[in-house]
T-cell receptor, first 111, second 117 residues
Framework: QKEVEQNSGPLSVPEGAIASLNCTYSDRGSQSFFWYRQYSGKSPELIMFIYSNGDKEDGRFTAQLNKASQYVSLLIRDSQPSDSATYLCAVNGAGGFKTIFGAGTRLFVKA | EAGVTQFPSHSVIEKGQTVTLRCDPISGHDNLYWYRRVMGKEIKFLLHFVKESKQDESGMPNNRFLAERTGGTYSTLKVQPAELEDSGVYFC???????????????FGPGTRLTVL
């Protein structure tokens, strides 16, 4: 079992729709959870982090965390073609610094 | 504010040669990380520095890899001798230590694409 699992996609949504990206993790002691966006050939760019159960909203992005289910998700509202990228879920363990990445989900937003 | 920089952006070497990658973190960031992404795989943690000290090098593949951060500023990652399976993109990231309980927000550099022939 991978430590951080994501559906590789591609996930295709029409412009203006909600894109829902999901991630599960295996280490129950994980404390911090991150979503990165990576455009092809570029470095990962942090979108959001979350460390408490529930929802956290930032503009068009909402991160959701459920520690009991070991599940974290990212919702992108009003998806734009510029949101087309690979979205990486990342988890920090109990030590707080070693970041474990999922393989990423490719998102395509169709104009 | 300048971001994390890495040099070179690309490196093509032959098996058995030595390559040294450099990372300059964001000024003032004590934490520095090295990661590697092999084609088709997820980004893998290699090691973590706090200032000049190695805090966690559990991800280093083998003793052909040597990372240093003399003076707690820039870091180098040397691969000697390089093997075919070392090919990939090597990312560096840095963060500022904010204290216990605060998430460690890492900022990534553009990466060095290493190709071993």
């Amino acid at each position: 079992q991978k430590e951080v699992e994501q559906n590789s996609g591609p996930l295709s949504v029409p412009e203006g729709a909600i894109a829902s990206l999901n991630c599960t993790y295996s280490d129950r002691g994980s404390q911090s959870f991150f979503w990165y966006r990576q455009y092809s050939g570029k470095s990962p760019e942090l979108i959001m982090f979350i460390y408490s159960n529930g929802d956290k909203e930032d503009g068009r992005f909402t991160a959701q965390l459920n520690k009991a289910s070991q599940y974290v998700s990212l919702l992108i509202r009003d998806s734009q073609p510029s949101d087309s990228a690979t979205y990486l879920c990342a988890v920090n363990g109990a030590g707080g610094f070693k970041t474990i990445f999922g393989a990423g989900t490719r998102l395509f937003v169709k104009a | 504010e300048a971001g994390v920089t890495q040099f070179p952006s690309h490196s093509v070497i032959e098996k058995g040669q030595t390559v040294t990658l450099r990372c300059d973190p964001i000024s003032g960031h004590d934490n520095l990380y090295w990661y590697r992404r092999v084609m088709g795989k997820e980004i893998k943690f290699l090691l973590h520095f706090v200032k000049e000290s190695k805090q966690d090098e559990s991800g280093m593949p083998n003793n052909r890899f040597l990372a240093e951060r003399t003076g707690g500023t820039y870091s180098t990652l040397k691969v000697q001798p390089a093997e075919l399976e070392d090919s990939g993109v090597y990312f560096c990231a840095s963060s500022q230590y904010l204290g216990t309980g605060a998430p460690d927000t890492q900022y990534f550099g553009p990466g060095t694409r290493l190709t071993v022939l």
